[in-house]
């Protein structure tokens, strides 16, 4: 009998062991199973920390190139201003510039109308008087004729006189 218990106890000894081995092998996978999870839940927080500061980077530098863009945006507005005013500057300066000419050129046109008006008079008054002195001098020369009397030199003596004394009255018009 004692061969029968200790086949008994062997195969005891052997159930408990494999039960035993099994126990550990079902522990050491759920421990690899557990590793496993904890090292995958690791890696994927890693993994979330790492995409979190790649996006915070990334924002950071997006509004970095906005910020930049933004910058060069407004010193171009500003510096395209500066030469829109420079140029209406010039332009308002031209304006005057033709503003004058145009009012200095009505002034010329103006004082060539009164001048031209002037000169009409004046000639209008040579005229009477260019008639006056030809109604004067053909008056004198039928009075010459109507005496008949003098001599031809005579009678011219006489014309000449009397257009020294006509010119003379004219000059001190």
């Known amino acids: 009998m004692t061969n029968i218990v200790s086949i008994v ?20 996978s759920q421990q690899n199973a557990q590793d496993v999870h904890d090292t995958g839940k690791r890696i994927l927080d890693e993994a ?3 995409a979190d500061a790649i996006r915070k980077e ?28 420079q140029l209406e500057r ?33 000639e209008a008054k040579l005229l009477d008087r260019e008639r006056e002195s030809t109604r004067v001098l053909e008056e004198s020369r039928q009075q010459l004729e109507h005496v008949a009397g003098i001599t031809r030199e005579e009678a011219k003596s006489s014309l000449i006189e009397q257009m020294a004394d006509e010119a003379r009255h004219d000059a001190a018009k």
């Open 9 to 28: 106890a062997v195969l005891g000894i052997g159930v408990v062991g494999a039960f035993l081995i099994d126990l550990l092998r079902r522990r050491q």
């Open 48 to 50: 979330r920390a790492e």
């Open 58 to 85: 990334a924002e950071l530098k997006g509004k970095e190139v906005i910020l930049q863009a933004k910058t060069e945006a407004e010193t171009e507005s500003r510096e395209r201003r500066r030469e829109l005013q």
């Open 90 to 122: 010039r332009l308002a300066q031209k304006e005057e510039g033709l503003d004058r000419r145009g009012e200095q050129a009505e002034g010329r046109e103006s004082e060539m109308g009164r001048q031209e008006q002037s000169l009409k008079q004046l």
